[in-house]
C-alpha cells in the first residue's frame, strides 16, 4: 500500500513557474516508477512525465524542456520543475506510483491531484 499527496499547485502568469511536490508513505519509492499525468476539463487523463527506479526520466513532447522531473529516494518524494508555463498546461495535477509507463491504467496509487491553473 502506497499513500501519495502532491502539493505546490496554484495560480501562475503565463512564462512563470510551479513546483510541484508528491509526497509518498508507506512502500518506499525505489521500489515504484512514479509518474505525473494532468487532466483538464472535458479531456482525458495525459501523461506529462515518469521517473523508474533507476532515475531515468521521460517526458510528453508538449511538456520537454519545460518540465524536470526529480527524485528523492530518501524523502519518497518526487518534484515536478514547470518553467515557462502555458495556459494549456492548465490542469489538475496527478501524481502516480507503478509500472513505468505513459498510460495512467498501468499505475496502482494515485493522489488526490493539485490544481495547476495558468493564465494567459
Known amino acids: 500500500q502506497v499513500q501519495l499527496v502532491e502539493s505546490g499547485g496554484g495560480l501562475v502568469q503565463a512564462g512563470g513557474s510551479l513546483r510541484l511536490s508528491c509526497a509518498a508513505s508507506g512502500r518506499t519509492f525505489s521500489s515504484y516508477a512514479m509518474g505525473w499525468f494532468r487532466q483538464a476539463p472535458g479531456k482525458e487523463r495525459e501523461f506529462v512525465a515518469a521517473i523508474n527506479w533507476t532515475a531515468f526520466t521521460d517526458y510528453a513532447a508538449s511538456v520537454k524542456g519545460r518540465f524536470t522531473l526529480s527524485k528523492d529516494i530518501a524523502k519518497n518524494a518526487v518534484y515536478l520543475q514547470m518553467n515557462s508555463l502555458k495556459p494549456e498546461d492548465t490542469a489538475v495535477y496527478y501524481c502516480?506510483?507503478?509500472?513505468?509507463?505513459?498510460?495512467?491504467?498501468?499505475?496502482?496509487?494515485w493522489g488526490q491531484g493539485t490544481q495547476v491553473t495558468v493564465s494567459s
Open positions: 502516480a506510483a507503478g509500472r513505468y509507463s505513459i498510460d495512467y491504467t498501468d499505475y496502482d496509487y
